[in-house]
């Protein structure tokens, strides 16, 4: 048997997956994945293909998300540079006037 729940008391939240091991009154469970939602759903797919994921189905479109998220981060961090020295130099014509 498999639990998957958020947790919350972490910051960000993570994504977890316990897993019962043993049977009978002896079971008991413990915890076999913690990370992202998407990471936890390749997981799952791995184990129920015996620990094999697909390339070309799984790992591909994983990647070309992170990559959007990356691009996306590196647009917003040359954006707040473009401010900041603007700003700076803003400031520096208001204190040599």
């Not at 910051?11 to 091991?21: C, D, E, G, K």
Request: proline share 2%.
């Amino acid at each position: 048997m498999i639990k998957k729940y958020w947790d919350h008391k972490t910051s960000p939240s993570t994504y977890v997956i316990n897993r019962q091991m043993g049977r009978g009154k002896y079971s008991e469970w413990k915890e076999v994945f913690r990370g992202t939602y998407d990471d936890g759903m390749m997981y799952l797919i791995s184990l129920d293909r015996g620990g094999l994921i697909s390339f070309q189905s799984d790992y591909l479109p994983a990647m070309e998300k992170l990559r959007k998220h990356c691009q996306n981060g590196y647009a917003l961090e040359k954006d707040l540079r473009r401010q900041i020295i603007k700003l700076k130099k803003e400031i520096k014509s208001l204190t040599s006037d």
